[in-house]
């Protein structure tokens, strides 16, 4: 899918991002990769980290800009097959604090990165989104369904160009930057009480080489207009704790601003436009596209089927990780 191929990847220094470049450069044989993002710092550790792993950075470009900046984007879109969208603001409370901001760097950055697509001519454009693009109730979460429907839509600004836009929507990334479980890991080092918002409370979670299979998989397999979903497993937020130390003792703080006690990947509004595969779900455009594609058998010939109408992905009605799975993964 990759070999020989161009492929930018926006915040290409992030969690997700850097583990992104990192899978194509030992699974693949790009033509180039080009990481783009604001940073220079980011860049140059990246890059040094490369190097120290002995990666042949002849294929790697470190691309400075900002997805705000749309004449620099297109600049960095020529010649390019694939573009993967990670970049974005996603700290709930600085967008909340923030809006503006964010608005500038998740949506209208979403548009300029579909303008650039289309210009120069791309063939394929995922965007990343989140659990929280679902009956969002924070700002974040927000402008990320704006972005999702920014992208189905692309669809129909294509006209004759082949350049097809898919989203790929997951839940929370262990160990991501700015997650629960880096944040636990400090308060015991500074052996102070876990501060859990509510006992029950529950997350989707994934490993981040998991999410970069899987949009890997969703190139192979997108038509264009679709949101992917991996199947993931749920953790309860109190067993993280428990599983980072069960000597800490947990204070309750109760829900902050923009949080809800569960989150949702396939809402039952949508239940009518979602088909169910082996390892993941899609959500079918709600609008008609111009393209007109059978959803139930995707690209590489997999087939889905109908969930029933009643159907909703909830991080409370899902499989749960065991304490001593999530041990596993954090160590
Ligand atoms: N982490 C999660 O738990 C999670 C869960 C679901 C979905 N997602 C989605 O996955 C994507 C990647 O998340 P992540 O965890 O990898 O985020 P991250 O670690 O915070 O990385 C964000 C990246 O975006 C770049 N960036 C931010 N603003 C930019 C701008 N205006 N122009 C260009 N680059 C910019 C950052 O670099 P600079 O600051 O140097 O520009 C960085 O490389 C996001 O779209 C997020 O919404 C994340």
Known sequence: MFN?????????TGSFGKEFVIYLLKNYKPKKIVIFSRDELKQFEFSNYLKNKAFNLKKVRFFIGDVRDRSRLSLAFQSMDYVVHAAALKQIVAAEYNPQEVVKTNIE?????????????????????????????????????????????????????????????????????GSVIPFFKKTVIQKKLFPITHKKMTRFFIKVDDGVKFVIKSFSRMLGGEIFIPKVDSIKIIDIAK???????IKIVGIRPGEKMHEVLCPQDEAHLTLEFKDHYVIKPSIGLEIKNNYQINAIREKGKKVSESFEYSSNLNKFLSIKDIKKIIN
């Not at 693009?133 to 160009?161: C, H």
């Not at 599983?243 to 003792?249: D, E, G, L, R, V």
């Open 4 to 12: 020989n191929k161009n492929i930018i990847i926006t915040g290409g």
């Open 109 to 177: 950055g979403a548009q300029n990165i579909i303008f650039s697509a289309l210009d120069q001519n791309v063939d394929k454009v995922i965007a990343l989104s989140t659990d929280k693009a679902v009956n969002p109730v924070n700002l974040y979460g927000a402008t990320k369904l704006v972005s999702d429907k920014l992208f189905i839509n692309a669809n129909n600004l294509a006209g004759k160009k082949r350049t097809r836009f898919s989203v790929v929507r997951y839940g929370n990334v262990i160990n991501s930057r």
């Open 243 to 249: 599983a980072i130390s069960s000597n800490t003792k």
